[in-house]
C-alpha cells in the first residue's frame, strides 16, 4: 500500500507540472486560438535558464548560493521564457493571425529551432546571431531614415540585398568563430547535445517520512510551486485590470477593442504570461530529473490533453484533468497499478494486470491514456465541465 | 421616391463633430455604403432610418473602426481617424452600443461596466458609476449577475450605461430599442436624451422606432447604401415615414 501512495504522490507531482504548463497553453488558447506547439520548447528554455543560474551559484562559491539558487532561477526561468514567448508573439504569431494551420506549422518550426538551437550554441553562435541582427534591422532603420524619396521598387531590392548581405556576412562569421574549435571560446557549446544535469539544493533532497510512506522534498516543492502559480494566476485573471481584460477579449474581442481596450496588447502580454509559466515549470522539471533539447516534448503532449479535458480556460477543469492525466500515467507507466492488484491476490483480476503490465512503460502509458481520453470525449465532447446557462456562447 | 438629397449645412464656426465624406465601404466585394456623407455637430443628436439591410450597421461599424472604407474620410473632431484601431477610437471619444448589445456574457454587470471605464480619456474627470446607477436603477440590483443572464432589456441598458462611462464626445445607438417592450423604451429614450442635456454629447441613433426618431434633431434617409435624405425631424414628412420607418 506504501508502494501506491508513494506513486500517487509522484503522479500528483508530474500533474502538477502538467498543469503548470498547461494553464499557459489554455489562456492562450482561449483568447488567441492558437495553439503553440512551441510551448514545450518554452519549458525546456526555463529548465536550461535553470542550469545556467546553478552554475552561476557553483562559480559564486556554492554554499548559501546553491541552496537558495532556485528562487532566483524560477524568476528567471519565467523571464527568459516570458521574454521569448513575447519575442515569439511579436514576429511571428501576430502576423499569422486567423490563419490557425499557418501558425500551427510556424510553431512547430520554432520549437524545432529553440532545439537545434540549445544544442549549437556557443559564443561564436550567438555573435553570428549579433552580428545579423545589427546588420539586418540596422540596415533596415538606415533605409526607412534616410529613404530618398519615392524609391518605388528599388525599395524592395534594396531590403532584399540588406538581407542577403546580413546573412551571408553573420553566417561566414558565425562559421569563422566557431570553426576556431570544440575548445576555443568561440567554439565552446554552452550545453552539449547530450542532457545536462541540475543538482536540487541540499534541502530539497531527501524526504518527508509519513510512517512507511516517503515523500521527496522536491515533489512536496513542485507541488506547492502548482499551488502559488494557481493562486497567482487565479489572483491575476480574476481581480487584476489586465486580468479583466484578457477575460473581456477572450470572450468577444470586437467588442473588448471597441470599448477602448487595446487587444494586440492583450495577446502579446497573455503570451508572454503562458509562456513565463511554462519557463516556471521547466525549472521544476529540473528537480526530477536531467535536463535535455527535447525536455519539452515529453510534457507538451499531456499538457494539450489536459487544456482538452479539462476545457479550455477552465481552472478547475485543467486542475482536476492535470491531477488525472498525471497520475494515471505515471501509476500505469511505473507498473504500480498492475503491481498492486496483483499483490491484492485476487485471481480473477489477472486479466485486467495482465493488460495493465503490457501497458506498464511510460510511452504504452501514453497510448492507452490517450484511449482513455479519446473514449471520454465520446461522452463528454465539451470537456469535464461544460458551460452552462444563458451565458453560453455556443 | 423622396430625393431632397441636402448637402449638410456645415456653419464655418464649429468643427463638426464626426463628419463622413464620400464614404464607399464593402463587404468583400459587395459594395455596401455608396458615397455616404454625414456630418453630426457638437449636441446634436442624428438619426439613421433606413429599411432593413441598407448598411445602417455598416456605417457604424465604418465609423466604429471594425470595418476600413475602401474610399473616403472620416474626420471626427476635425481629424480625420481612418487609419486609427477601433481602441484607439474609442479613447478619442466614440462611445458604441451596437446591434445586440453585445454584452461580455461571463462577466457580471459591475466588470461589463468596469470596462466602460477603458475608454475614459481624462482621469480627473471623475467616475460616472453613480451617474449611471441614477440613470439605470434596475442595473443597481443586479451588479453580481452574469451579464449573459440577463434580459434583453437589462443588457441594453447595460450596454448603454456601459458605453457612458467611458465619458465619449459621441454615442453611436444601434437600434436600442430593437425587441424590447415599450416601457424600457421609454426608460432608455428618457435615459438618453437626459444624458443628451446633462453632458451635451453628440448622438448618431439608428432606431426604426418613430417616437424614438422625433427625439433627434436631425435625420439621414438612407437607402441601398446611399444617403438619400436628410433634414429636420421637425419636417418629418408622412411619406418620409411611410418610406423609411417599419412603423
Ligand atoms: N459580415 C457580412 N458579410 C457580408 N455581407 C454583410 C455582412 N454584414 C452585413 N452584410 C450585408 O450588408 C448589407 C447591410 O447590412 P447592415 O447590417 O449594415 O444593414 P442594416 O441597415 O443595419 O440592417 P438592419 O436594419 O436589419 O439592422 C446587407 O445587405 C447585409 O446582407
Ligand atoms: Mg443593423
Given at each position: 500500500m506504501s508502494l501506491f501512495a508513494s506513486s500517487l504522490f509522484d503522479g500528483i507531482s508530474i500533474g502538477a507540472v502538467l498543469l503548470m504548463s498547461a494553464l499557459g497553453l489554455s489562456i492562450v488558447f482561449g483568447l488567441m486560438g492558437v495553439i503553440n506547439l512551441a510551448h514545450g520548447e518554452m519549458m525546456m528554455l526555463g529548465a536550461y535558464t535553470t542550469y545556467v543560474v546553478q552554475n552561476g551559484a557553483k562559480a559564486l562559491g556554492g554554499g548559501l548560493w546553491l541552496n537558495l539558487y532556485i528562487f532566483p532561477a524560477l524568476v528567471l526561468a519565467f523571464v527568459v521564457a516570458a521574454l521569448v514567448g513575447l519575442f515569439l508573439e511579436r514576429n511571428i504569431i501576430r502576423l499569422l493571425y486567423g490563419r490557425p494551420l499557418e501558425t500551427l506549422l510556424a510553431t512547430w518550426g520554432v520549437s524545432l529551432i529553440l532545439r537545434q538551437f540549445v544544442r549549437s550554441v556557443s559564443w561564436g553562435f550567438v555573435a553570428g546571431l549579433v552580428i545579423f541582427a545589427v546588420l539586418f534591422w540596422g540596415g533596415r532603420w538606415v533605409l526607412q531614415r534616410f529613404?530618398?524619396?519615392?524609391?518605388?521598387r528599388m525599395h524592395q531590392g534594396a531590403i532584399a540585398l540588406i538581407t542577403l548581405l546580413s546573412i551571408g556576412i553573420s553566417v561566414t562569421a558565425g562559421y569563422g568563430l566557431t570553426g576556431l574549435g570544440e575548445t576555443s571560446f568561440w567554439g565552446k557549446l554552452w550545453f552539449s547535445a547530450r542532457n545536462v544535469d541540475v543538482t536540487p539544493p541540499g534541502w530539497l533532497q531527501g524526504g518527508l517520512s509519513l510512517g512507511t510512506v516517503t515523500l521527496p522534498y522536491a515533489r512536496l516543492f513542485i507541488i506547492s510551486l502548482m499551488v502559488v502559480c494557481l493562486v497567482g494566476i487565479y489572483w491575476f485573471l480574476q481581480r487584476s485590470p489586465w486580468g479583466l481584460r484578457i477575460r473581456a477579449v477572450t470572450q468577444n474581442r470586437q467588442m473588448s477593442a471597441c470599448l477602448g481596450i487595446p487587444t494586440d496588447r492583450v495577446d502579446a502580454l497573455a503570451f508572454a504570461l503562458g509562456s513565463g509559466l511554462a519557463g516556471v515549470a521547466g525549472c521544476a522539471v529540473t528537480l526530477l530529473g536531467s535536463v535535455g533539447p527535447n525536455l519539452g516534448s515529453n510534457y507538451i503532449v499531456d499538457a494539450f490533453m489536459v487544456v482538452v479535458v479539462g476545457g479550455v480556460g477552465q481552472l478547475l477543469g485543467s486542475i482536476v484533468a492535470a491531477m488525472g492525466i498525471g497520475i494515471t500515467s505515471y501509476l500505469i507507466g511505473s507498473g504500480t497499478l498492475g503491481f498492486v492488484l496483483s499483490n491484492?491476490?485476487?485471481?480473477?483480476?489477472q486479466p485486467v494486470i495482465d493488460i495493465l503490465d503490457f501497458f506498464a512503460t511510460s510511452s504504452m502509458a501514453k497510448v492507452m491514456i490517450f484511449a482513455l481520453i479519446i473514449g471520454f470525449l465520446q461522452i463528454r465532447p465539451a470537456g469535464l465541465f461544460p458551460q452552462q446557462g444563458r451565458s453560453v456562447d455556443v | 421616391m423622396v430625393s431632397t438629397l441636402t448637402t449638410p449645412q456645415t456653419p464655418a464656426t464649429a468643427n463638426p463633430m464626426l463628419h463622413l465624406q464620400g464614404l464607399d465601404v464593402y463587404y468583400g466585394e459587395s459594395h455596401i455604403l455608396r458615397q455616404v456623407d454625414l456630418t453630426i455637430l457638437p449636441g446634436q443628436m442624428v438619426c439613421l432610418i433606413g429599411r432593413n439591410g441598407v448598411g445602417k450597421t455598416t456605417l457604424l461599424k465604418s465609423v466604429m473602426g471594425l470595418l476600413q472604407p475602401r474610399q473616403g474620410n472620416i474626420f471626427y473632431q476635425g481629424q480625420s481617424?481612418?487609419?486609427?484601431s477601433p481602441d484607439q477610437r474609442a479613447k478619442l471619444g466614440i462611445g458604441y452600443v451596437p446591434q445586440g448589445r453585445e454584452i461580455i456574457p461571463r462577466l457580471t454587470v459591475q466588470e461589463n461596466l468596469q470596462l466602460g471605464r477603458e475608454a475614459q480619456r481624462e482621469r480627473k474627470g471623475g467616475d460616472r458609476f453613480d451617474e449611471m446607477m441614477d440613470l439605470f436603477p434596475a442595473l443597481k440590483d443586479l451588479l453580481q449577475r452574469m451579464g449573459g443572464d440577463l434580459s434583453g432589456g437589462q443588457q441594453q441598458q447595460l450596454a448603454i450605461a456601459r458605453a457612458l462611462m467611458g465619458r465619449p464626445s459621441l454615442l453611436m445607438l444601434d437600434e436600442p430599442t430593437e425587441g424590447i417592450q415599450p416601457s424600457i423604451i421609454l426608460e432608455i429614450e428618457a435615459a438618453v436624451r437626459r444624458t443628451i442635456e446633462t453632458t451635451g454629447i453628440s448622438v448618431l441613433l439608428v432606431e426604426q422606432h418613430l417616437h424614438f426618431v422625433q427625439q433627434a434633431d436631425r435625420y439621414y434617409a438612407m437607402q441601398r447604401g446611399g444617403i438619400v435624405a436628410s433634414g429636420s425631424t421637425e419636417e418629418l414628412s408622412q411619406d418620409i415615414i411611410q418610406e423609411f420607418l417599419s412603423v
Open positions: 529613404r530618398p524619396g519615392g524609391l518605388g491484492m491476490g485476487a485471481s480473477f483480476l | 481617424i481612418v487609419r486609427r
